[in-house]
């Protein structure tokens, strides 16, 4: 069963700190809990027309919310920071955020 881009890219992560990271070309994503790192590579190389350089994956826990007496956990998530190489060109959506 073949993934698409769109499946394995959620959505960019756009703080502080994933900003400062756009000036030495690594962009951070939210991604599929399942996918890998060689899927998420191929994935930002299709959706951006970047060369990849290395990938690197965290899983993030779910955080403890309350309201009132009620509490639980916000769900988890995995992150990846993508390292383009220097001979890449950068992705233009983080261009105009910093």
């Known amino acids: 069963m073949s993934k698409f881009a ?13 900003m400062l990271g756009t000036a030495l070309k690594k ?5 599929a809990k399942g996918a ?6 191929k994935a930002v ?7 990849v350089e290395s990938v690197n994956t965290m899983n993030v826990r779910g955080h ?3 309201y009132g007496r009620f509490e639980g ?4 998530y995995k992150k990846a920071i993508v390292t383009l190489t220097e001979a890449s060109k950068t992705i233009e959506f983080f261009d105009g955020m910093f």
């Open 64 to 66: 403890l919310r309350r």
């Open 36 to 41: 890998n790192k060689i899927e998420i590579a």
């Open 73 to 76: 956990y916000k769900p988890g």
């Open 6 to 18: 769109q499946d394995i890219i959620l959505k960019p992560v756009v703080t502080e700190e994933s």
């Open 27 to 31: 962009y951070t994503f939210i991604v």
């Open 45 to 51: 190389a299709e959706l951006f027309g970047v060369e």
